[in-house]
Protein backbone atom coordinates (compact mmCIF):
# COMPACT_ATOMS: atom_id res chain seq x y z
CA UNK A 1 0.00 0.00 0.00
CA UNK A 2 2.83 2.50 1.00
CA UNK A 3 5.16 1.34 -1.86
CA UNK A 4 1.53 2.09 -4.07
CA UNK A 5 1.44 5.53 -2.59
CA UNK A 6 5.18 6.51 -3.05
CA UNK A 7 4.70 5.66 -6.79
CA UNK A 8 1.54 7.41 -7.31
CA UNK A 9 3.47 10.60 -5.54
CA UNK A 10 6.34 10.12 -8.06
CA UNK A 11 4.16 9.93 -11.07
CA UNK A 12 1.87 13.08 -9.83
CA UNK A 13 5.43 14.35 -9.42
CA UNK A 14 6.51 13.63 -13.08
CA UNK A 15 3.68 14.74 -14.84
CA UNK A 16 3.52 18.06 -13.26
CA UNK A 17 7.87 18.52 -14.31
CA UNK A 18 6.51 17.58 -17.26
CA UNK A 19 3.23 20.25 -18.02
CA UNK A 20 5.30 22.99 -16.45
CA UNK A 21 8.09 22.22 -18.99
CA UNK A 22 5.78 22.03 -22.17
CA UNK A 23 4.45 24.95 -20.67
CA UNK A 24 7.57 27.40 -20.68
CA UNK A 25 8.53 25.74 -23.95
CA UNK A 26 5.64 26.76 -25.29
CA UNK A 27 5.47 30.07 -23.81
CA UNK A 28 9.60 30.79 -24.99
CA UNK A 29 8.25 30.05 -28.22
CA UNK A 30 5.17 32.24 -28.53
CA UNK A 31 7.55 34.96 -27.14
CA UNK A 32 10.06 34.22 -30.26
CA UNK A 33 6.49 33.89 -32.53
CA UNK A 34 5.17 37.24 -31.02
CA UNK A 35 8.50 39.10 -31.90
CA UNK A 36 9.02 37.68 -36.00
CA UNK A 37 5.14 38.73 -36.08
CA UNK A 38 5.71 42.44 -34.60
CA UNK A 39 8.31 42.83 -37.07
CA UNK A 40 6.61 41.69 -39.70
CA UNK A 41 3.86 43.81 -38.58
CA UNK A 42 6.01 46.84 -38.37
CA UNK A 43 7.88 46.78 -41.87
CA UNK A 44 5.07 45.10 -43.48
CA UNK A 45 1.85 46.72 -42.41
CA UNK A 46 2.38 49.54 -44.76
CA UNK A 47 2.76 47.74 -47.54
CA UNK A 48 -0.26 44.99 -46.41
CA UNK A 49 -2.31 48.82 -46.17
CA UNK A 50 -2.29 47.84 -42.94
CA UNK A 51 -0.01 50.21 -40.96
CA UNK A 52 1.05 50.62 -37.32
CA UNK A 53 -0.47 53.66 -36.80
CA UNK A 54 2.14 56.51 -35.11
CA UNK A 55 -0.94 58.35 -32.95
CA UNK A 56 -1.04 54.68 -31.11
CA UNK A 57 2.87 54.53 -30.79
CA UNK A 58 2.48 57.72 -29.01
CA UNK A 59 -0.20 56.70 -26.74
CA UNK A 60 1.43 54.06 -25.29
CA UNK A 61 5.21 56.30 -25.40
CA UNK A 62 3.14 59.04 -23.12
CA UNK A 63 1.82 56.06 -20.80
CA UNK A 64 5.19 54.04 -20.56
CA UNK A 65 7.57 56.64 -20.73
CA UNK A 66 6.01 60.38 -19.53
CA UNK A 67 4.25 59.47 -17.13
CA UNK A 68 6.87 57.65 -15.72
CA UNK A 69 9.04 60.17 -15.48
CA UNK A 70 8.65 61.40 -11.61
CA UNK A 71 8.54 58.33 -10.12
CA UNK A 72 12.18 57.24 -11.85
CA UNK A 73 13.18 60.63 -10.89
CA UNK A 74 12.23 59.83 -7.15
CA UNK A 75 13.61 56.26 -7.52
CA UNK A 76 16.96 56.99 -9.44
CA UNK A 77 17.69 60.06 -7.14
CA UNK A 78 16.82 58.08 -3.94
CA UNK A 79 19.19 55.52 -5.22
CA UNK A 80 22.11 57.67 -6.19
CA UNK A 81 22.49 58.71 -3.07
CA UNK A 82 22.06 55.49 -0.99
CA UNK A 83 24.88 54.62 -3.10
CA UNK A 84 26.79 57.48 -2.19
CA UNK A 85 26.42 57.45 1.27
CA UNK A 86 27.39 53.08 1.60
CA UNK A 87 30.04 53.96 -0.37
CA UNK A 88 31.33 56.98 1.69
CA UNK A 89 30.61 54.44 4.37
CA UNK A 90 32.81 51.39 3.13
CA UNK A 91 35.88 53.60 1.18
CA UNK A 92 36.47 55.63 4.88
CA UNK A 93 37.68 52.09 6.43
CA UNK A 94 40.33 52.43 4.12
CA UNK A 95 40.55 56.19 4.21
CA UNK A 96 39.65 56.36 0.40
CA UNK A 97 36.76 58.34 0.57
CA UNK A 98 37.75 60.39 -2.14
CA UNK A 99 37.56 57.88 -4.81
CA UNK A 100 33.51 57.62 -4.30
CA UNK A 101 33.03 58.70 -7.66
CA UNK A 102 34.69 55.31 -9.41
CA UNK A 103 31.77 53.08 -7.56
CA UNK A 104 29.20 55.57 -8.24
CA UNK A 105 29.74 56.14 -11.50
CA UNK A 106 30.09 52.55 -12.57
CA UNK A 107 27.19 51.53 -10.00
CA UNK A 108 24.60 54.09 -11.83
CA UNK A 109 25.40 53.59 -15.49
CA UNK A 110 25.62 50.01 -15.69
CA UNK A 111 24.14 48.27 -13.14
CA UNK A 112 21.42 50.47 -10.91
CA UNK A 113 19.65 53.01 -13.74
CA UNK A 114 18.51 50.25 -16.11
CA UNK A 115 18.08 47.42 -13.76
CA UNK A 116 15.74 50.02 -11.40
CA UNK A 117 14.16 51.21 -14.74
CA UNK A 118 13.23 47.81 -16.17
CA UNK A 119 11.98 46.82 -12.63
CA UNK A 120 9.86 49.77 -12.32
CA UNK A 121 8.30 49.30 -15.59
CA UNK A 122 7.63 45.76 -15.09
CA UNK A 123 5.49 46.61 -12.11
CA UNK A 124 3.94 49.49 -13.92
CA UNK A 125 3.57 49.26 -17.35
CA UNK A 126 4.04 45.42 -18.33
CA UNK A 127 1.25 44.44 -15.64
CA UNK A 128 -0.90 47.03 -16.62
CA UNK A 129 -0.37 45.41 -20.43
CA UNK A 130 -1.51 42.10 -18.96
CA UNK A 131 -4.17 43.42 -17.38
CA UNK A 132 -5.59 45.18 -20.68
CA UNK A 133 -5.20 42.36 -22.73
CA UNK A 134 -6.54 40.08 -20.25
CA UNK A 135 -9.55 42.05 -19.58
CA UNK A 136 -9.90 42.33 -23.71
CA UNK A 137 -9.75 38.84 -23.90
CA UNK A 138 -12.44 37.83 -21.62
CA UNK A 139 -15.04 40.89 -22.49
CA UNK A 140 -14.13 39.78 -26.19
CA UNK A 141 -12.36 42.57 -27.52
CA UNK A 142 -9.90 41.00 -29.06
CA UNK A 143 -12.39 38.82 -31.22
CA UNK A 144 -14.37 41.85 -32.01
CA UNK A 145 -11.24 43.21 -33.98
CA UNK A 146 -10.13 39.86 -35.49
CA UNK A 147 -14.08 39.90 -36.85
CA UNK A 148 -13.48 43.18 -37.96
CA UNK A 149 -10.04 42.40 -39.88
CA UNK A 150 -7.65 44.06 -37.45
CA UNK A 151 -5.03 42.24 -36.29
CA UNK A 152 -4.71 42.58 -32.64
CA UNK A 153 -0.78 42.34 -32.77
CA UNK A 154 -0.75 45.26 -34.97
CA UNK A 155 -2.95 47.31 -33.33
CA UNK A 156 -2.37 46.40 -29.73
CA UNK A 157 0.94 44.58 -28.92
CA UNK A 158 3.21 46.29 -31.73
CA UNK A 159 2.59 49.98 -30.65
CA UNK A 160 3.26 48.85 -26.98
CA UNK A 161 6.52 47.00 -27.76
CA UNK A 162 7.61 49.97 -29.27
CA UNK A 163 7.07 52.48 -27.22
CA UNK A 164 9.25 50.58 -24.82
CA UNK A 165 11.90 49.76 -26.74
CA UNK A 166 12.40 53.81 -27.51
CA UNK A 167 11.24 54.33 -23.80
CA UNK A 168 12.69 52.56 -21.67
CA UNK A 169 16.19 53.29 -22.85
CA UNK A 170 15.24 56.89 -22.46
CA UNK A 171 14.18 56.26 -18.97
CA UNK A 172 17.68 54.93 -18.23
CA UNK A 173 19.16 57.56 -19.57
CA UNK A 174 17.45 60.03 -17.50
CA UNK A 175 17.94 57.76 -14.33
CA UNK A 176 21.23 57.40 -14.67
CA UNK A 177 21.55 61.21 -15.10
CA UNK A 178 19.03 62.14 -11.74
CA UNK A 179 21.16 59.09 -9.98
CA UNK A 180 24.70 60.71 -10.93
CA UNK A 181 23.49 64.25 -10.05
CA UNK A 182 21.98 63.25 -6.34
CA UNK A 183 24.90 61.04 -5.64
CA UNK A 184 27.33 64.47 -6.40
CA UNK A 185 24.88 66.42 -4.35
CA UNK A 186 25.16 63.88 -1.32
CA UNK A 187 29.18 63.83 -2.31
CA UNK A 188 29.17 67.50 -2.42
CA UNK A 189 27.28 68.10 1.28
CA UNK A 190 29.60 65.31 3.18
CA UNK A 191 33.32 65.39 1.22
CA UNK A 192 33.16 69.40 0.17
CA UNK A 193 34.06 67.97 -3.37
CA UNK A 194 32.44 70.67 -5.46
CA UNK A 195 29.85 69.27 -8.11
CA UNK A 196 32.01 70.19 -11.43
CA UNK A 197 35.08 68.30 -10.24
CA UNK A 198 32.41 65.61 -9.11
CA UNK A 199 30.82 65.81 -13.14
CA UNK A 200 34.27 66.17 -14.75
CA UNK A 201 35.99 62.89 -12.53
CA UNK A 202 32.71 61.39 -13.35
CA UNK A 203 33.18 62.07 -17.48
CA UNK A 204 36.78 60.91 -17.27
CA UNK A 205 35.84 57.81 -15.79
CA UNK A 206 33.10 56.73 -17.98
CA UNK A 207 33.51 55.49 -20.91
CA UNK A 208 30.91 54.95 -24.25
CA UNK A 209 31.15 51.44 -23.42
CA UNK A 210 29.81 51.99 -19.99
CA UNK A 211 27.17 54.07 -21.62
CA UNK A 212 26.27 51.40 -24.14
CA UNK A 213 26.28 48.35 -21.63
CA UNK A 214 23.80 50.36 -19.62
CA UNK A 215 21.16 51.66 -22.33
CA UNK A 216 21.96 47.79 -24.04
CA UNK A 217 20.51 45.67 -21.27
CA UNK A 218 17.19 48.23 -20.97
CA UNK A 219 16.47 47.28 -24.08
CA UNK A 220 16.54 43.62 -23.51
CA UNK A 221 14.53 44.50 -20.69
CA UNK A 222 11.59 46.18 -22.22
CA UNK A 223 11.25 43.61 -24.82
CA UNK A 224 10.99 40.99 -22.12
CA UNK A 225 8.68 43.24 -20.40
CA UNK A 226 6.55 43.61 -23.52
CA UNK A 227 6.93 39.91 -24.69
CA UNK A 228 5.96 38.61 -20.93
CA UNK A 229 2.96 40.99 -20.89
CA UNK A 230 1.51 40.28 -24.15
CA UNK A 231 1.85 36.32 -23.02
CA UNK A 232 0.39 36.74 -19.84
CA UNK A 233 -2.52 38.91 -21.10
CA UNK A 234 -3.35 36.52 -24.14
CA UNK A 235 -3.42 33.39 -21.94
CA UNK A 236 -6.03 34.71 -19.55
CA UNK A 237 -8.63 31.76 -18.63
CA UNK A 238 -11.68 32.61 -16.39
CA UNK A 239 -13.00 36.38 -15.26
CA UNK A 240 -11.30 39.03 -13.28
CA UNK A 241 -9.81 36.78 -11.11
CA UNK A 242 -7.75 35.58 -14.09
CA UNK A 243 -7.10 39.12 -14.93
CA UNK A 244 -5.59 39.46 -11.55
CA UNK A 245 -3.86 36.29 -11.55
CA UNK A 246 -1.70 37.06 -14.86
CA UNK A 247 -1.12 40.49 -14.15
CA UNK A 248 0.71 39.01 -10.65
CA UNK A 249 2.10 36.14 -12.92
CA UNK A 250 3.60 39.35 -14.99
CA UNK A 251 5.18 41.42 -12.53
CA UNK A 252 6.93 38.37 -10.86
CA UNK A 253 7.92 36.73 -14.41
CA UNK A 254 9.13 39.95 -15.47
CA UNK A 255 11.57 40.96 -12.86
CA UNK A 256 12.60 37.71 -12.52
CA UNK A 257 13.61 37.32 -15.68
CA UNK A 258 15.24 41.16 -16.17
CA UNK A 259 17.54 40.22 -13.19
CA UNK A 260 18.67 36.48 -14.48
CA UNK A 261 18.94 38.56 -17.98
CA UNK A 262 21.40 41.25 -16.12
CA UNK A 263 23.59 38.68 -14.86
CA UNK A 264 23.75 36.76 -17.92
CA UNK A 265 24.58 40.16 -20.33
CA UNK A 266 26.90 41.31 -17.18
CA UNK A 267 28.96 37.89 -17.54
CA UNK A 268 29.13 38.13 -21.22
CA UNK A 269 29.96 41.77 -21.62
CA UNK A 270 32.54 41.48 -19.34
CA UNK A 271 34.48 38.36 -21.09
CA UNK B 1 -38.71 27.36 -63.09
CA UNK B 2 -37.52 30.23 -60.39
CA UNK B 3 -34.12 30.77 -59.71
CA UNK B 4 -32.55 28.69 -56.14
CA UNK B 5 -31.62 31.25 -53.49
CA UNK B 6 -28.03 32.26 -53.15
CA UNK B 7 -26.41 30.58 -49.95
CA UNK B 8 -24.42 32.89 -48.09
CA UNK B 9 -23.27 30.37 -45.81
CA UNK B 10 -22.82 26.93 -46.92
CA UNK B 11 -20.92 24.06 -43.45
CA UNK B 12 -20.70 20.69 -44.31
CA UNK B 13 -20.36 18.30 -42.34
CA UNK B 14 -18.40 20.27 -39.23
CA UNK B 15 -16.56 18.14 -36.71
CA UNK B 16 -14.49 20.30 -33.77
CA UNK B 17 -12.81 19.72 -30.32
CA UNK B 18 -12.53 21.25 -27.77
CA UNK B 19 -9.22 19.09 -26.06
CA UNK B 20 -10.26 15.81 -26.49
CA UNK B 21 -14.24 16.56 -26.25
CA UNK B 22 -16.02 16.73 -29.59
CA UNK B 23 -18.43 19.94 -29.66
CA UNK B 24 -19.43 19.51 -33.16
CA UNK B 25 -20.04 16.49 -34.74
CA UNK B 26 -20.76 17.05 -38.36
CA UNK B 27 -22.58 19.87 -38.49
CA UNK B 28 -24.08 20.67 -42.24
CA UNK B 29 -26.11 23.59 -42.89
CA UNK B 30 -26.92 26.69 -45.27
CA UNK B 31 -28.34 29.68 -44.97
CA UNK B 32 -29.72 31.96 -47.64
CA UNK B 33 -29.00 35.42 -48.65
CA UNK B 34 -31.30 37.78 -47.55
CA UNK B 35 -32.95 35.66 -44.48
CA UNK B 36 -32.63 35.73 -41.04
CA UNK B 37 -31.18 32.08 -39.59
CA UNK B 38 -31.66 31.35 -35.90
CA UNK B 39 -29.41 29.16 -34.55
CA UNK B 40 -31.19 27.61 -31.05
CA UNK B 41 -30.67 24.87 -28.85
CA UNK B 42 -29.98 24.42 -24.50
CA UNK B 43 -27.25 25.50 -22.76
CA UNK B 44 -24.29 22.98 -23.94
CA UNK B 45 -25.75 22.38 -27.04
CA UNK B 46 -22.81 23.91 -29.10
CA UNK B 47 -24.69 26.68 -30.59
CA UNK B 48 -22.46 29.43 -29.29
CA UNK B 49 -19.74 27.57 -30.45
CA UNK B 50 -20.68 27.38 -34.33
CA UNK B 51 -20.76 30.99 -34.31
CA UNK B 52 -17.13 30.89 -33.58
CA UNK B 53 -16.24 28.36 -36.31
CA UNK B 54 -18.52 30.61 -38.73
CA UNK B 55 -16.88 33.80 -37.79
CA UNK B 56 -13.58 32.15 -38.47
CA UNK B 57 -12.17 32.58 -35.30
CA UNK B 58 -11.33 29.35 -34.35
CA UNK B 59 -10.02 25.87 -36.74
CA UNK B 60 -12.17 22.83 -37.63
CA UNK B 61 -11.21 19.56 -37.02
CA UNK B 62 -12.71 18.54 -39.97
CA UNK B 63 -15.27 20.10 -42.47
CA UNK B 64 -15.52 22.81 -44.73
CA UNK B 65 -17.12 26.58 -43.90
CA UNK B 66 -17.76 28.72 -46.87
CA UNK B 67 -18.80 32.15 -46.31
CA UNK B 68 -20.27 34.13 -49.54
CA UNK B 69 -18.97 31.75 -51.72
CA UNK B 70 -15.57 31.14 -50.37
CA UNK B 71 -14.24 28.44 -48.62
CA UNK B 72 -12.65 30.17 -45.19
CA UNK B 73 -10.21 27.47 -45.34
CA UNK B 74 -8.57 27.90 -47.97
CA UNK B 75 -7.94 31.90 -47.94
CA UNK B 76 -4.90 33.87 -48.10
CA UNK B 77 -4.09 36.48 -45.49
CA UNK B 78 -5.48 39.18 -47.96
CA UNK B 79 -8.42 36.91 -49.39
CA UNK B 80 -9.51 36.66 -45.27
CA UNK B 81 -8.82 40.40 -44.89
CA UNK B 82 -11.31 41.24 -47.93
CA UNK B 83 -13.93 38.73 -46.44
CA UNK B 84 -13.99 39.95 -43.08
CA UNK B 85 -14.72 43.59 -44.55
CA UNK B 86 -18.29 42.06 -45.72
CA UNK B 87 -18.94 40.83 -42.24
CA UNK B 88 -20.47 42.11 -39.48
CA UNK B 89 -20.88 40.60 -35.62
CA UNK B 90 -22.58 42.24 -32.67
CA UNK B 91 -20.92 40.08 -29.76
CA UNK B 92 -23.06 38.97 -26.48
CA UNK B 93 -21.61 41.53 -24.14
CA UNK B 94 -20.75 44.17 -26.97
CA UNK B 95 -17.40 43.65 -26.61
CA UNK B 96 -16.92 47.59 -27.11
CA UNK B 97 -13.42 49.34 -26.61
CA UNK B 98 -13.83 50.79 -23.25
CA UNK B 99 -11.09 52.92 -23.99
CA UNK B 100 -12.46 54.71 -26.28
CA UNK B 101 -15.93 56.91 -26.99
CA UNK B 102 -19.03 55.00 -28.64
CA UNK B 103 -18.18 57.60 -31.68
CA UNK B 104 -14.73 56.33 -31.90
CA UNK B 105 -15.67 52.52 -31.29
CA UNK B 106 -18.07 53.09 -34.38
CA UNK B 107 -15.61 54.53 -36.53
CA UNK B 108 -12.91 52.12 -35.77
CA UNK B 109 -13.61 49.69 -38.80
CA UNK B 110 -14.07 52.77 -41.09
CA UNK B 111 -10.70 54.49 -39.96
CA UNK B 112 -8.84 50.94 -40.42
CA UNK B 113 -10.56 49.65 -44.07
CA UNK B 114 -12.09 52.93 -45.54
CA UNK B 115 -9.83 55.48 -47.36
CA UNK B 116 -11.88 58.42 -45.65
CA UNK B 117 -11.42 62.08 -44.19
CA UNK B 118 -12.44 61.97 -40.44
CA UNK B 119 -15.89 64.26 -41.13
CA UNK B 120 -17.53 61.96 -43.33
CA UNK B 121 -15.87 59.31 -40.66
CA UNK B 122 -17.70 61.08 -38.53
CA UNK B 123 -20.86 62.05 -40.20
CA UNK B 124 -21.24 57.91 -41.19
CA UNK B 125 -20.96 57.17 -37.65
CA UNK B 126 -23.86 59.87 -36.64
CA UNK B 127 -25.66 58.01 -39.73
CA UNK B 128 -25.19 54.65 -37.67
CA UNK B 129 -26.13 55.77 -34.94
CA UNK B 130 -29.34 57.68 -35.97
CA UNK B 131 -30.46 54.20 -37.69
CA UNK B 132 -30.08 52.09 -33.65
CA UNK B 133 -31.57 55.15 -32.11
CA UNK B 134 -28.66 56.19 -29.92
CA UNK B 135 -28.20 59.38 -32.07
CA UNK B 136 -26.36 62.24 -29.87
CA UNK B 137 -24.62 59.55 -27.67
CA UNK B 138 -21.06 59.41 -29.73
CA UNK B 139 -19.11 61.40 -27.22
CA UNK B 140 -20.00 59.13 -24.46
CA UNK B 141 -17.79 56.19 -23.07
CA UNK B 142 -19.27 52.43 -23.16
CA UNK B 143 -19.47 52.47 -19.36
CA UNK B 144 -21.60 55.21 -19.11
CA UNK B 145 -24.35 53.25 -21.07
CA UNK B 146 -26.71 51.04 -20.17
CA UNK B 147 -27.02 46.96 -21.13
CA UNK B 148 -29.61 47.60 -24.02
CA UNK B 149 -27.87 50.96 -25.33
CA UNK B 150 -24.06 49.36 -25.66
CA UNK B 151 -26.13 46.34 -27.73
CA UNK B 152 -27.08 48.82 -29.95
CA UNK B 153 -23.99 50.48 -30.13
CA UNK B 154 -22.24 47.16 -31.05
CA UNK B 155 -24.68 46.91 -33.75
CA UNK B 156 -24.55 50.46 -35.26
CA UNK B 157 -20.33 49.39 -34.98
CA UNK B 158 -21.17 45.91 -36.57
CA UNK B 159 -23.26 47.53 -39.71
CA UNK B 160 -20.61 50.43 -40.25
CA UNK B 161 -19.13 48.80 -43.06
CA UNK B 162 -22.61 47.73 -45.04
CA UNK B 163 -22.13 43.95 -44.41
CA UNK B 164 -23.42 41.66 -46.51
CA UNK B 165 -23.56 39.26 -43.79
CA UNK B 166 -24.41 40.29 -40.03
CA UNK B 167 -23.74 37.77 -36.87
CA UNK B 168 -25.24 38.45 -33.39
CA UNK B 169 -24.47 36.59 -30.62
CA UNK B 170 -27.63 36.50 -28.23
CA UNK B 171 -28.71 39.53 -28.86
CA UNK B 172 -31.73 39.59 -26.20
CA UNK B 173 -29.92 38.32 -23.43
CA UNK B 174 -29.85 40.08 -19.84
CA UNK B 175 -32.03 42.66 -21.37
CA UNK B 176 -35.80 43.06 -20.68
CA UNK B 177 -38.87 42.07 -22.51
CA UNK B 178 -39.43 45.39 -23.92
CA UNK B 179 -35.65 46.05 -24.78
CA UNK B 180 -35.36 42.74 -25.86
CA UNK B 181 -38.30 43.32 -28.17
CA UNK B 182 -36.94 46.38 -29.58
CA UNK B 183 -33.51 45.08 -30.27
CA UNK B 184 -35.76 42.39 -32.70
CA UNK B 185 -36.99 44.85 -34.35
CA UNK B 186 -33.83 46.44 -35.17
CA UNK B 187 -32.42 43.33 -36.87
CA UNK B 188 -35.06 43.48 -39.01
CA UNK B 189 -35.16 46.65 -39.46
CA UNK B 190 -31.38 46.53 -40.90
CA UNK B 191 -31.77 43.30 -42.79
CA UNK B 192 -34.96 45.50 -44.72
CA UNK B 193 -32.96 48.34 -44.85
CA UNK B 194 -29.40 47.08 -45.44
CA UNK B 195 -30.50 43.72 -47.78
CA UNK B 196 -28.24 41.67 -45.06
CA UNK B 197 -28.02 38.22 -44.48
CA UNK B 198 -28.36 37.73 -40.63
CA UNK B 199 -27.62 34.72 -38.20
CA UNK B 200 -28.75 35.26 -34.95
CA UNK B 201 -27.74 32.88 -32.56
CA UNK B 202 -30.35 32.62 -29.30
CA UNK B 203 -31.81 30.89 -26.55
CA UNK B 204 -35.15 33.43 -26.42
CA UNK B 205 -38.06 31.59 -27.98
CA UNK B 206 -39.88 34.58 -28.04
CA UNK B 207 -37.51 36.39 -29.77
CA UNK B 208 -36.96 33.58 -32.60
CA UNK B 209 -40.51 33.55 -32.95
CA UNK B 210 -40.32 37.20 -34.07
CA UNK B 211 -37.57 37.08 -36.55
CA UNK B 212 -36.47 34.08 -37.78
CA UNK B 213 -36.93 33.04 -41.43
CA UNK B 214 -35.60 29.51 -40.40
CA UNK B 215 -34.31 28.18 -37.41
CA UNK B 216 -31.70 25.48 -36.97
CA UNK B 217 -31.55 23.51 -33.60
CA UNK B 218 -28.69 22.29 -32.36
CA UNK B 219 -28.65 19.26 -29.82
CA UNK B 220 -25.66 17.72 -28.11
CA UNK B 221 -23.27 19.12 -30.79
CA UNK B 222 -25.84 18.01 -33.45
CA UNK B 223 -28.47 19.53 -35.96
CA UNK B 224 -31.52 18.30 -34.52
CA UNK B 225 -33.73 20.39 -37.00
CA UNK B 226 -33.82 23.04 -39.72
CA UNK B 227 -36.94 24.68 -40.84
CA UNK B 228 -39.47 27.16 -41.12
CA UNK B 229 -40.93 28.45 -37.44
CA UNK B 230 -44.46 26.57 -38.62
CA UNK B 231 -42.12 23.36 -39.15
CA UNK B 232 -40.59 23.63 -35.76
CA UNK B 233 -44.12 24.11 -33.57
CA UNK B 234 -45.43 21.19 -36.08
CA UNK B 235 -42.53 19.12 -34.98
CA UNK B 236 -42.65 15.37 -33.34
CA UNK B 237 -39.88 15.49 -31.98
CA UNK B 238 -39.74 14.87 -28.41
CA UNK B 239 -35.99 16.83 -27.69
CA UNK B 240 -38.04 20.00 -29.59
CA UNK B 241 -41.00 19.95 -28.17
CA UNK B 242 -38.56 19.96 -24.76
CA UNK B 243 -37.16 23.25 -26.32
CA UNK B 244 -40.01 25.32 -27.18
CA UNK B 245 -42.34 24.43 -23.94
CA UNK B 246 -39.52 24.87 -21.54
CA UNK B 247 -39.13 20.86 -20.20
CA UNK B 248 -35.78 20.16 -19.02
CA UNK B 249 -33.76 17.29 -20.73
CA UNK B 250 -34.68 13.64 -19.03
CA UNK B 251 -31.15 13.00 -18.59
CA UNK B 252 -31.40 9.56 -16.67
CA UNK B 253 -27.48 8.20 -16.60
CA UNK B 254 -27.40 4.47 -16.72
CA UNK B 255 -26.01 3.39 -13.44
CA UNK B 256 -22.78 1.78 -14.67
CA UNK B 257 -22.04 5.05 -16.55
CA UNK B 258 -22.31 6.91 -13.75
CA UNK B 259 -20.16 4.58 -11.67
CA UNK B 260 -17.39 4.98 -14.34
CA UNK B 261 -17.91 8.52 -14.09
CA UNK B 262 -17.34 8.78 -10.45
CA UNK B 263 -14.32 6.60 -10.77
CA UNK B 264 -13.05 7.76 -13.55
CA UNK B 265 -12.09 4.59 -15.33
CA UNK B 266 -13.15 5.92 -18.55
CA UNK B 267 -13.61 8.68 -19.71
CA UNK B 268 -16.66 9.73 -21.79
CA UNK B 269 -16.13 11.22 -25.02
CA UNK B 270 -18.16 12.25 -27.50
CA UNK B 271 -21.58 13.58 -26.17
CA UNK B 272 -21.04 17.54 -26.56
CA UNK B 273 -21.64 18.41 -23.07
CA UNK B 274 -20.19 21.87 -23.08
Not at chain 1, 20 to 30: A, Q, S
Not at chain 1, 90 to 110: K, N, P
Not at chain 2, 203 to 223: M, N, P, Y
Request: with cysteine; proline share 3%.
Amino acid sequence: MAARQVADSAVKLADKVGRWTITTVEEVGNGGFLIAESLYWLFMGRRLKQPVRLGAIVIQMMEVGIKAVPIIAMLGGTIGAMLAIQSIYMLRIFGAESQVTYGVAFSVVREFAPLITGILIAGRSGSALAARLGTMKISQEIDALKVMGINPVRFLVVPSLVAMVVMVPALTLFNMFVGLTCAGLYINADLGISMAAYFDQTIDILSLDDLLHGVGKSVLFALLVGIIGVINGASVTGGAEGVGKVTTRSVVQSISAIIVADMLFAFMATR
Amino acid sequence: MADLPRKVIEVENLVTHYGSRKILDGVSMSVNEGEVMVIMGGSGSGKSTLLRYLMALEHQTSGTIKLLGQDIDTLSQKEMFDLRKKVGVAFQGGALFSSMTVGENIMLPLYEHADLDTMTMEIMARMKLEVVDLAGFEDLMPAELSGGMIKRAAFARAVVMDPKLLFCDEPSAGLDPAVASALDDLILKLRDAMSMTVVVVTHELESAFKIADRVTVLDRGKILFIGTIDELRGSGNDRIQNLLNRRPEDDTIDPDEYLRRLTGEEETVGDATL
